[in-house]
């Protein structure tokens, strides 16, 4: 069962991937435009590469997190996945994997090639590749929480934000550290142990919020 | 009332709790506002000028009160709206809506204090060491929950989105100061040390607590208080009537087929 | 033999209701718009917490059951949970996947035909009418297993043959020991089956 709801998502995504491509080219764009507002310096940019990939990032999937719930719950879909005999928690955890799947690792992919643009030696790509691996999982986690919170309300796109983004600054913190770590030479590990134990926190306890937040919105 | 016995539980139904608040409210507001003035006469006054920093050290005793209150307040306020979502308990859920705004406004005035006391001190307005920055996003997370809740029409929907929000929040503090604190140490940020503890004389002790527990006693009188109003709004909503004026409230149910 | 006991009261809609439905039984919800036909039918499948009161299911409240209540429970809502990018076969798969169920293709489309939608099974839902997708939504009727079946509003923008087809699906379920709760404005007259009535005021 917990198959079918990845299976399903993955193809609804599929069927629209325009919203999939679309956030990736604002994660692009938003990266892109850095270099034009503040300067073409080389030894400025590989200073600010970090932080500008990390922000662009988490701009990016709040992008996704608006479709997460919203669009089954509109057409009915949720409340019937709510009513199936299975653990609220594996659908949520199910629903949150094909989320990442489709929306954030398309970023992590893309995250290298605009590194190269910001002058990143190659042993830092590694290292932002890595560190985005760990830190977008808990990205879509902590989000699905913020999604499932605002299900139906109005202006909930901008009100998804508000809540999500403080709590995603320890995963932008460490994340963009492990990077300025490895720019400065030294070992990122400690920085990707911490965003490794993270994820391993918000596995535990963010679905499960997640699902009291849903049974509250959905009443 | 050693020997009275007193039905507490009879209070957690809001409506009979509004006449009891309304009576509490004049015991918690007058000490208050004698221990504000008692606390800034003393602090202004009677505790010496700082060597090193003159006068403008003073403002710690309106800014040290005010970042606590902050934090305090925060996890008071998510102990509360889980109180009130754990066991269906409006009157705990309501408090803690009363409480939201009151700790955002304590963590806008240490972070407005401690700005103001950064110009003179360190000659900018803002210096991102750990613990202003923490106070912000604490500040955020205020912001977070207040809207959230504004924008629910439901109160028991609210009430409950709330509750999730701020028990979410309140496991993330430990680890948003503890990232934030990483981040400082690494980026060798400014480092500045609040109080000089060894060297703050009797006087400023003193007025620095006189101040905290007016803080204390401010935040109870206005919380009761807003807690009089959301009980008056959500009743009223819910198609029961409260009697105002009257000494005590009248609480009829309207049942309806 | 199941028996659903019931004593509720929600906010000013309704209070002091008190029912149970056994085997072999339709119950129908009646009542002007407004009056918490919704309200009440969501309770029945725990997607709505009830103010006062508890409903329970084989004599045990179905908030402790979990999911094993919904392991008996089919609900139909005002929304008919169909995907409009899924195909109607693909809808109809999922559905039931997600409730344990593997349907076959094969199985599915011979459903479909039953339901009447011959020759769209291929079609993504979002080209399908309203009255179509209804028939979707109600093909999972005849896919499930369980015994209670909660369905609000079915027979809206249905046609005279859909109706039939709704009614016969209904009857072949209290014959065979299941019960259902509906909601509707329409009379529904059946051939089987013992017969209840709740009217709500406003």
């Not at chain 2, 028991?156 to 400082?184: C, E, K, T």
Request: hydrophobic fraction near 55%; include cysteine; proline fraction near 4%.
């Amino acid at each position: 069962m917990f198959r079918w709801i990845i299976r399903r998502d993955l193809i609804l995504a599929w069927r629209r991937r325009a919203d999939v491509l679309s956030t990736l080219f604002f994660f692009v764009i938003v990266v892109s435009l850095f270099p034009l507002s503040i300067s073409p310096d080389p030894r400025l940019l590989k200073s600010i590469a970090p932080g500008v990939v990390w922000v662009a990032a988490l701009l990016a999937s709040m992008l996704s997190l608006g479709r997460l719930f919203s669009n089954d719950y509109v057409d009915g879909t949720l409340e019937q996945i709510l009513l199936t005999p299975q653990p609220l928690y594996l659908i949520v955890l199910g629903k949150v994997l094909a989320q990442w799947l489709v929306a954030e690792v398309p970023l992590v992919l893309m995250a290298p090639i605009l590194g190269v643009q910001f002058g990143l030696s190659q042993n830092t790509l590694v290292v932002l590749t890595i560190s985005l691996l760990l830190g977008t999982p808990v990205l879509s986690l902590i989000g699905s929480i913020g999604a499932a919170l605002t299900l139906g309300l109005r202006g909930s796109g901008v009100l998804v934000a508000l809540l999500v983004l403080p709590l995603y600054i320890p995963v932008l913190i460490f994340g963009a550290l492990a990077v300025d770590a490895s720019i400065a030479g030294s070992n990122p590990q400690a920085h990707l142990s911490l965003l490794g134990a993270v994820l391993a926190l918000s596995l535990v306890f963010a679905p499960w919020a997640t699902c009291a937040a849903l049974r509250i919105s959905v009443e | 009332m050693p020997n009275r016995k007193i039905n507490w539980y009879k209070y957690a139904a809001p409506a009979n709790f509004y006449p009891l608040a309304g009576k509490l409210i004049p015991w918690f507001g007058i000490p208050a506002a004698l221990l504000f003035v008692a606390g800034l006469y003393i602090g202004f006054f009677v505790a010496p000028t700082d060597f090193q920093q003159g006068d403008a050290y003073r403002i710690i005793f309106i800014h040290v009160p005010a970042a606590w209150m902050g934090m305090f307040l925060y996890i008071l306020m998510a102990l509360y709206a889980g109180v009130g979502w754990a066991f269906n308990a409006r009157l705990a859920s309501m408090m803690a809506t009363a409480l939201s705004i009151t700790g955002a406004m304590f963590t806008f005035l240490s972070l407005a204090t401690g700005s103001l006391w950064g110009k003179p001190t360190w000659g900018t307005w803002w210096v991102w060491d750990a613990r202003m920055t923490s106070t912000l996003i604490l500040l955020f997370l205020y912001i977070g929950f207040i809207s959230l809740q504004a924008a629910i029409d439901d109160p028991r929907r609210a009430d409950r989105a709330g509750a999730v929000l701020a028990l979410v929040g309140l496991i993330n503090v430990p680890i948003i100061y503890f990232s934030v604190q990483w981040w400082n140490t690494l980026h060798q940020g400014a480092t500045i040390r609040l109080l000089n503890k060894p060297t703050m004389a009797p006087p400023m002790l003193a007025a620095m607590l006189i101040m905290l527990a007016a803080c204390w006693l401010y935040s109870i009188a206005i919380v009761l208080m807003r807690l009089r109003c959301i009980i008056l709004e959500r009743e009223h909503e819910a198609g029961r009537t409260l009697t105002l004026g009257a000494k005590t409230a009248q609480f009829s149910r309207m049942e309806s087929i | 033999m199941n028996s659903l006991g019931c004593v509720r009261g929600d906010r000013r809609l309704f209070s002091g209701l008190n029912f149970s439905v056994s085997a072999g039984t339709l119950l129908q919800v009646t009542g002007p718009n407004g009056c918490g036909k919704t309200s009440l039918l969501r309770m029945i499948c725990a997607l709505l917490e009830p103010a006062e009161g508890t409903i329970k299911w084989q004599g045990e409240n179905i908030r402790t059951l979990g999911e094993e209540y919904f392991t008996s429970l089919t609900f139909l809502g005002h929304r008919n949970g169909v995907k409009e990018e899924l195909s109607a076969i693909e809808n109809l798969r999922v559905a039931s996947g997600l409730n344990g169920i593997d349907l076959r293709p094969k199985a599915a489309v011979k459903i479909l035909r039953d339901m009447g939608l011959e020759g769209r099974e291929q079609l993504p839902a979002r080209l399908l009418s309203e009255g179509q997708r209804r028939r979707l939504a109600l093909a999972r009727l005849a896919v499930c297993n369980t015994t209670l079946w909660v369905l609000d509003e079915v027979l809206t923008s249905l046609d005279k043959a859909a109706v039939a087809l709704v009614k016969s699906l209904i009857e072949k379920h209290l014959d065979n020991g299941g019960l259902a709760i509906v909601a509707t404005h329409q009379e529904l007259e059946l051939n089987s089956g013992s017969f209840l009535r709740i009217e709500l005021a406003s």
